[in-house]
């Protein structure tokens, strides 16, 4: 079954249609929008929807019943007497499908003045939390964005890579741009040093004859 709200400038009424072919056809097509007409203490007005009468159709109503009237394609709420009454109870021009019944006072109908504008809707299952309580948990919130660590602390606790790393080391003694030589190789300036050893003018006095006494 579903629930429905009749609404007026002057009033709303919930309505409880029950579970016949009319009135999932109804459903279906809601929200309606519509113009009233009176009869009597009936309220009916045109709507979009095309049904035959079913098997229980009548024309003796409940007050507080709606129909659906097929001869006219109309919604139906009856609240009282109409003109095709034999006693209290409503009745309709001719046989309508029951579709539902009002749930509240009925006799708020009487307000309702021919030509006033109406709309029947549905009234979904209600998803608003109550004031004062919380009955969803609060949206997530954003994942922060993700920050680079600063340079300096990327590189903390990482050994400083050489610039010579895997070259090997330059001789001490090496001249600039020299290129490293043999660790068993001579030193430089040995051959210098050798050349050193020998006494200064030691050639030159082999070829001088000793000077006499």
Not at 58 to 74: F, I, L
Not at 77 to 94: L, Y
Not at 191 to 199: G, H, I, P, T, V
């Amino acid at each position: 079954m579903h629930e429905i709200r009749i609404a007026t400038d002057k009033i709303e009424m919930l309505t409880t249609l029950n579970d016949s072919p009319t009135a999932e056809r109804i459903w279906d097509a809601l929200p309606i929008d519509s113009t009233v007409n009176t009869w009597g203490q009936e309220i009916y007005f045109s709507i979009p929807v095309q049904c035959d009468l079913d098997l229980e159709a009548r024309d003796r109503m409940e007050v507080g019943e709606v129909g659906y009237w097929p001869t006219g394609s109309a919604f139906c709420i009856f609240f009282g007497r109409t003109p095709a009454s034999k006693g209290d109870e409503p009745r309709a021009a001719s046989p309508v499908n029951p579709i539902g019944r009002c749930e509240g006072d009925i006799k708020v109908f009487r307000q309702v003045r021919e030509s006033s504008a109406v709309r029947i809707e549905r009234i979904e299952e209600e998803t608003d939390p109550v004031p004062g309580r919380v009955d969803e948990a609060p949206p997530a919130e954003a994942d922060a964005p993700t920050q680079e660590p600063p340079a300096e602390a990327a590189d903390a606790g990482k050994p400083e890579a050489s610039a010579d790393a895997g070259k090997p080391e330059a001789s001490a003694d090496a001249e600039p741009g020299e290129v490293a030589q043999n660790p068993d190789a001579a030193e430089p300036g040995e051959a210098a040093q050798k050349l050193a050893a020998a006494e200064p003018g030691e050639d030159a006095d082999k070829e001088k004859p000793a000077e006499e006494a």
